[in-house]
């Protein structure tokens, strides 16, 4: 009783006013306009009521419950057995294998390839969108394994027997072969100590077991400074071969069943993400077999990550909706100063602005999403070599300053790690980093618009689609298309020329389909070439309801 100085602590908190409620139990997607909007409007409107029916499945209590205590009881590396034999193994608390078995079951993995339908990657953008609303962590190695299909079906003579463990929707994490198992995930090794960027550096060898070749047995010796989701099945692991820098598959069981040598070191103490196990490891003459060519390891690996990039973006724009939608929530229910935070000018204007963010996001994964189901299509398939790096590089940098304002609207509660945006504001710098950080996305779009001849002219066709309706987005465009036929001064300015591309598609698409609240308050506040300054800058006039209504509708 006493323990607080001497004093007595009699009074019961059972009742505490003013305080907001939590945000659970409700449909993640029929809340949220702005995505229904997207999936119909990119081709998928027959999808509706499936990725409603997982909105209405994630947005329970139970899963936000989940999803924290995954992240609350972070993974534990077990090197040794008691007797001092290796394991090499990480232990999961059963919150994450909860969502695993979950994730997998809803086929948020590889939905597209064991699905394939003419807006499949547009659906499971919103399906994973709403995923990275509840947790950050599982779509680690879910993605990886996203991006790793369509790299091995180019070789089913030598990965026919995977494709359908990673086509199940059985989640599998015994630690035995994958042959005895019913579902199987990949992950990937590309980061070394001396340099991740810039992978020409590695110094992991490989070296033929027999002659190389295409899915011939290689032995490899060094290290990987970053490598998560070590517990996954096989990886996709870059090495130097005698041809150059080579991509290689390296499971975790060989084929006589003994295990594969994986030396895991230590985890990573991370800011965020705790959920997932990052872990380093070295290779001592272990087991891969050749991907692709020798000497394409880069291309090779590349493929998996432009899949691994658009669900950064898909997922980052997800986690945004999810601590937008958390202080409108607040807001609504909040008083200071005798009247509603969501009434007061101010707040409105903070929440209008935050909401558009969310929406422009959202819009852009979107379309970028379309461009990964018509592949077939030659002016697609350059809008996704462009808008790829594009997408990735913007909606990423702007998720750490939209989920501050977000977490401050809260006020101290949402500095709190009780609260839903704490956890998910250490999540937030996260898909900017890995996968190729921001200046190195930024630097990919010069190298697409100089590779793909036909990249402004289609950039120019996305945006004359919307041309003659307002002259605030006819001049950007205009000044857009300029520099994107003489770039000037290449390198130093590239992350403005990658800003300006994004938002040029994000007004193109809004100004030509959205609604004209977000379109109006988007011309009016994002395209004045200037560094994007605080959030809640709206400038007045715009409709402020409206917007907050697209991010969160009850
Ligand atoms: C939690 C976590 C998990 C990860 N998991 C994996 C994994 O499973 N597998 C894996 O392979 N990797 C993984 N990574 C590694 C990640 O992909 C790399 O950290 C990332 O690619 C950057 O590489 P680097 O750390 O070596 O930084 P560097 O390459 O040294 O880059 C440092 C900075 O320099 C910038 N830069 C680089 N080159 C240029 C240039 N030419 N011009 C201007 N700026 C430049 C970069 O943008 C970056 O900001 C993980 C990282 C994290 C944080």
Not at 65 to 87: C, E, S, T
Not at 177 to 197: H, N, R
Request: charged share 20%; with cysteine; glycine share 10%.
């Amino acid at each position: 009783m006493a323990g607080n100085g001497g004093a007595l602590v009699t009074a019961p908190t059972r009742e505490v006013p003013n305080q907001s409620t939590d945000l659970v139990d409700y449909n993640l997607f029929t809340t949220n306009p702005a995505l229904m909007d997207a999936l119909s409007r990119e081709g998928s409107a027959s999808d509706h009521d499936r990725v409603a029916a997982l909105g209405e499945r994630l947005g329970t209590a139970e899963m936000f419950a989940l999803g924290d205590a995954a992240n609350r009881h972070p993974p534990v590396l077990r090197l040794f057995d008691r007797f001092g034999g290796r394991r090499d193994e990480v232990e999961f608390h059963p919150a994450w294998h909860e969502l695993m078995r979950r994730l997998v079951g809803e086929g948020l993995h590889t939905g597209p390839w064991s699905e394939p339908a003419s807006a499949a990657h547009v659906a499971r953008a919103a399906a994973y969108m709403l995923w990275a609303e509840i947790e950050n962590g599982t779509q680690c190695p879910a993605t990886m394994t996203y991006g790793a299909v369509p790299t091995l079906a180019h070789q089913p003579e030598d990965f026919d027997e995977w494709l359908p463990l990673l086509l199940s929707r059985e989640y599998d994490h015994r630690f035995i072969p994958a042959a005895d198992k019913k579902g199987a995930l990949m992950g990937m090794g590309m980061t070394e100590k001396q340099g991740g960027s810039d992978v020409r550096s590695n110094t992991t060898r490989a070296a033929p077991v027999t002659s190389g070749g295409p899915g011939r047995e290689y032995r490899l010796n060094g290290h990987k400074w970053f490598f998560s989701a070590p517990m996954c099945d096989a990886f996709l692991v870059l090495a130097q071969a005698p041809g150059g820098l080579s991509c290689f598959f390296v499971p975790r069981f060989l084929p006589d069943r003994s295990v594969n040598t994986l030396l895991l070191q230590r985890l990573k103490e991370k800011l965020g993400n705790h959920s997932n196990a990052s872990s380093e490891v070295v290779f001592e003459d272990t087991y891969g077999l050749l991907v692709g060519e020798e000497g394409r390891g880069i291309q090779t690996i590349l493929e998996m990550g432009v899949y691994t990039r658009l669900d950064n973006a898909t997922a980052t724009a997800g986690l945004m909706r999810q601590c937008v939608a958390q202080a409108i929530h607040h807001a609504r229910q909040r008083k200071a100063f005798g009247r509603l935070l969501i009434d007061q000018p101010l707040m409105r204007n903070v929440l209008a602005d935050l909401a558009l963010e969310c929406e422009s996001h959202i819009v852009l994964v979107m379309r970028l999403a379309r461009a990964f189901d018509a592949q077939q299509d030659e002016a697609e398939s350059v809008l996704r070599r462009v808008l790829t790096p594009v997408a990735k590089y913007w909606v990423c940098k702007r998720a750490p300053a939209v989920i501050a304002e977000a977490m401050e609207v809260l006020g101290g509660n949402g500095y709190v790690e009780e609260g839903p945006i704490a956890r998910r504001f250490r999540e937030a710098p996260l898909n900017s980093i890995w996968e190729g950080s921001g200046n190195v996305m930024c630097l990919d779009v010069l190298r697409a618009l100089g590779r793909e001849p036909r990249a402004g002219e289609v950039l120019e066709a996305l945006f004359a689609g919307s041309k003659g309706r307002d002259a605030r987005y006819d001049r950007f465009v205009d000044t857009v298309l300029v520099e994107l036929g003489s770039p000037t001064d290449g390198e130093f300015r590239a992350r403005q020329v990658t800003q300006n591309i994004a938002l040029a598609v994000q007004a193109a698409v809004l100004l030509g389909h959205g609604p004209g609240a977000s379109a109006e308050a988007f011309l009016a506040s994002r395209l004045t070439g200037g560094p994007p300054g605080a959030l809640g800058t709206l400038p007045p006039g715009v409709d402020s309801g409206a917007m907050i209504e697209r991010i969160l509708r009850f």
